[in-house]
């Protein structure tokens, strides 16, 4: 007997978003989270009065135009909204060759500063930089659904056909082969290669050209906005939306086996026993964990195991969460930095660090005086195994130690202003994310034509649905919400609606 229609493994941003569309057409949903509150990598912690991100807080999809704008959309789509706050500079980068500069949400800004350090590029940058317009435009005329459905494919290539045309050009197309196109100076090319790897943790040829046209064009459009309260506030309120909607969200609901019948989903079973039945299985775990860990070994379709060699694991973060005297910051400080000493560190265990300042947009996020400081940067659960605990402790210690004498550089005086320090390593991702080895997610193992081989929600196991980062178009939150909007128009159609 099915209790539900849909069943929701997961309550991350793709999950939320694909349980509110489906329960506003009133179809009966339940989330099952496994930890103690929604988000996943967009939730939160609280120590000593700080309140720290886990891991997102430069936040797309926040515009209130266009059709891009996906979060303004799912919280709308349940009555909801959260006050943000606009951030007028998405990065400040600081990296080699003292290359120094800001890109300003004001587009002409951004490529007047950039058009300062390459004078020869002038025409390179702009063409290179309209071509990403090109796609967001295309993106930002549509309603954003499933791929997977021909209907909706039929009218929205009616309604859109040039915009659909110039969508299917760019599907295939990797950042890097556009970027070649129009700029030669190796140093700009590297900063392309930055300007995708701080969002896709891979360099501009393995980037494709479908997110980089969001990305690189949204921050001048719709803009990067802080929510108030911080980023949990976005699962919150979706799961307040959800509830009101009729949806149902249980926490510390561990799903340890989804319960396959010949090669259909049928439901899924709870790390208590408990076992739930539903007409469709939705997945916001990574796809390791769904096919590796959810279902049997042998019922793996062929299709993933392809996938698996498409693509393979990112690495996971080294994250410091810092509580430091306001005295650390100068005035007129941006939110979001990129320290790079080297080129050749690009994609080096421990080599990009990636640092976050929410206080400075929201200062309730600290006690008076103080603000927060999120520094990661990339480290694979290799480097953390095999460790007794207090080996564990003492490369923790070392290596955060290595990280703040680094940030120095960008905040003179840190150490000396430390009030709290967290450290969490690619364990931690693992333990609180339920991720693989707390990876950020999936990227290309090898040179794949841009989002082409990225799969949709459907799976190849009848009634059993993924949604979240490792599917289309991949990581980020603006990114899963697009996953979820889709996943919820598939099965809405498969059930009828
Ligand atoms: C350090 C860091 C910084 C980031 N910075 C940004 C940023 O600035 N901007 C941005 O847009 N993105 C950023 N991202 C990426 C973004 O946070 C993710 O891409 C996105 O949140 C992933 O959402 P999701 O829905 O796919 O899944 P997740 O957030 O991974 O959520 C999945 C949920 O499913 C639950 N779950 C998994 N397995 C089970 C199970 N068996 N039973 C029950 N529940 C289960 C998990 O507990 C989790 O709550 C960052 C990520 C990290 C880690």
Not at 408 to 428: N, S
């Amino acid at each position: 007997m099915s209790q539900y229609d849909v069943i929701v493994i997961g309550s991350g941003i793709g999950g939320l978003v694909t349980a509110t569309q489906l329960a506003v057409k009133g179809i009966k949903v339940l989330v099952l989270e496994s930890y103690v509150i929604p988000g996943g990598s967009a939730g939160f912690f609280e120590r000593e009065g700080y309140h720290f991100d886990v891991g997102a807080s430069m936040i797309f999809g926040f515009g209130d135009k266009g059709t891009t704008n996906l979060l303004t959309r799912a919280l709308a789509a349940v009555n909801q909204k959260i006050e943000t706050i606009p951030d007028p500079v998405q990065i400040h980068y600081h990296l080699p060759n003292n290359l120094n500069l800001k890109v300003h949400r004001d587009y002409d800004k951004f490529l007047q500063e950039l058009y300062a350090y390459f004078p020869e590029e002038k025409k390179g940058i702009k063409g290179f930089y309209d071509e990403c317009w090109q796609v967001f435009n295309c993106l930002n005329s549509m309603d954003l659904l499933s791929l997977e459905e021909i209907r909706y494919l039929t009218r929205v290539f009616f309604q859109h056909p040039l915009s659909c045309l110039g969508l299917l050009k760019y599907l295939p197309v990797n950042v890097g082969d556009v970027a070649r196109k129009h700029i030669k100076n190796p140093d700009l090319l590297k900063f392309i290669d930055m300007e995708c790897y701080c969002w896709s943790v891979v360099p501009a040829d393995l980037t494709p050209m479908i997110n980089a046209g969001m990305v690189f064009s949204d921050r001048h459009y719709g803009g990067i906005n802080y929510p108030k309260g911080g980023v949990s506030k976005i699962a919150e309120t979706l799961v307040e939306g959800f509830i009101k909607a009729g949806g149902e969200i249980q926490y510390q609901a561990r799903v340890t086996e989804i319960l396959v019948q010949g090669n259909q989903a049928k439901g899924v079973k709870l790390a208590d026993g408990k076992e739930y039945f539903a007409h469709r299985i939705v997945s916001n775990a990574t796809r390791w964990d769904t096919f590796d860990k959810l279902i049997d070994k042998h019922k793996t379709p062929r299709k993933e195991v392809k996938w698996q060699k498409n693509y393979r694991q990112s690495p996971s973060f080294l994250s410091l969460h810092l509580g430091v005297e306001a005295k650390v910051l100068s005035d007129n400080f941006e939110c979001h930095h990129i320290l790079l000493e080297n080129w050749n560190n690009l994609e080096a265990e421990q080599g990009t660090i990636f640092v976050s300042i929410p206080t400075l947009l929201d200062p309730s996020l600290a006690p008076e005086g103080y603000h927060i400081i999120h520094g990661f940067t990339p480290s694979s659960m290799e480097y953390w195994e095999n460790l007794s605990p207090s080996q564990y402790e003492y490369k923790k210690e070392e290596a955060a130690g290595r990280l703040i004498e680094r940030l120095e550089a960008i905040f003179p005086g840190l150490d000396a202003g430390l009030d709290y320090m967290e450290i969490g390593t690619p364990r931690t991702h693992r333990r609180f994310l339920n991720r693989v080895n707390g990876s950020y997610g999936p990227i290309p193992a090898r040179k794949l034509n841009g989002l082409l081989s990225m799969p949709f929600n459907r799976t190849a196991i009848k009634n059993l649905y993924c949604v979240g980062d490792s599917t289309f178009p991949g990581q980020g939150l603006n990114a899963v919400a697009f996953s979820g909007f889709s996943c919820a128009h598939r099965i809405a159609v498969d059930l009828g609606y």
